[in-house]
């Protein structure tokens, strides 16, 4: 099998409700490799969202191969995926998905917390996290109390608590006005600048650009799968890409 | 820039440097870069229309310096220029007349015309993301620009829908 970090093989989901069946993904083949950070495009209905939740194991495949670092992955259990989903796998979502009734510091301790670390180690990451983030001042708040970009941002500290090796996304800014999906997208392209794997379903071309690959999904399958374009950058800045008029 | 000048006249009478250091100050980068002789020649046909009307003040150790002011039918021209809505965007038709066209003759696969547009928005996006702006008028000229930009990669999105 490939060396890729991820790979899928066929990938596909069926959704059935006699009589009818519907294929929301039919045989998706992708490959994203150890730091790199791929982009999943398409309109809605696509089939983007359901293939990302399979990569992450929230959703079963109805047929294909699924290898995470070396592994068929596809035919775990339940357990079996939340265990490596501690380990190699964090997910963030669009509506954040925060538990309401811990504090900030809480919800990114948990995960290390749940796969083996001390309260010391998990405390120490967790300040680590909160800070490169910005919110070391919010620690002891309730996720209710934040707005949504701040909340965004407790969900990508506890996504990365344990240091995962794939990061996966769906639709981290859409429900982010544009001055928090920005402050968002930069710490995302951070985060991959430090060699962070990513995986991001996403409808905002902002983000999308700053991926190394864009993959676009059409009726479920993959209709284009290309890097982003490098184009000469502007010359004259900002002169160069408005104009005004009088 | 008629009307530019027309507006920063409204505001005081100045000299054409003047108008030149105002409009980098204001707009920033954002500007296409204003040429004095421009604004010069600018002035000068604003004259010979009677929006503006200038005079020579004396200055002690300088040439003398000519000073613009609005006239009344300036002003008024100006009244018209900000009442009336600008006009939207335009659709890039180009690229749909493409897209329409060129798979009747058999030139292209539509599914490929829409990727390869497509891969070029999203580089022009990634441009613009890295972009830093100077000033406050020249962030907000990005992010209509990438707002527009994202507009058009949805409707490229549609376009997809109803013709592949």
Known sequence: MSTALLCTRGLAKVYRSDPVAVEAVRGVDIEV???????????SGSGKST?????????????GEIWLRGRRVDQLSTAAWAILRRRH?????????????MTVADNVELPALLAGATPRQARRRREELLGELGLADQAGTAPARLSGGEQQRVALARALANEPSLLL????????DSTNARDVLRLLQRTHERGQAMVLVTHDARVASRADRVLHLFDGMVADDAPV????????????VVELHG | MRLHLLALLAKEPA??????????QTFGEAYPSPNIGQIYVTLKRLEQDGLVRSEDVEQTTRPNKRVYELTPAGRET?????????????????????LVLAPLAGLADRMELINSQRRHYLGIMRNL????????????????????????????????????
């Open chain 1, 33 to 43: 490799g150890t730091g790199e950070f791929v982009a999943i495009m398409g309109p």
């Open chain 1, 51 to 63: 293939l990302l939740h399979m990569l992450g194991g929230l959703e079963p495949a109805t047929r």
């Open chain 1, 89 to 101: 796998v964090g997910f963030v979502f669009q509506f954040f998905n925060l538990l309401s009734n």
């Open chain 1, 169 to 176: 996304a769906d639709e981290p800014t859409g429900n982010l």
């Open chain 1, 229 to 240: 374009l490098r184009l000469p950058r502007p010359v004259n800045g900002v002169r160069d």
């Open chain 2, 15 to 24: 000299h054409g440097y003047e108008l030149k250091l105002a409009l980098e």
């Open chain 2, 78 to 98: 100006l009244r018209a220029w900000v009442d009336e809505p600008s006009d939207g965007p335009r659709i890039r038709d180009e690229f749909f007349t493409k």
């Open chain 2, 129 to 164: 993301t890295g972009l830093t702006p100077s000033s406050t008028p020249a962030g907000l000229l990005i992010e209509g620009a990438i707002l527009h930009l994202q507009a058009d990669l949805d409707w490229l999105e549609r376009c997809q829908e109803e013709l592949v």
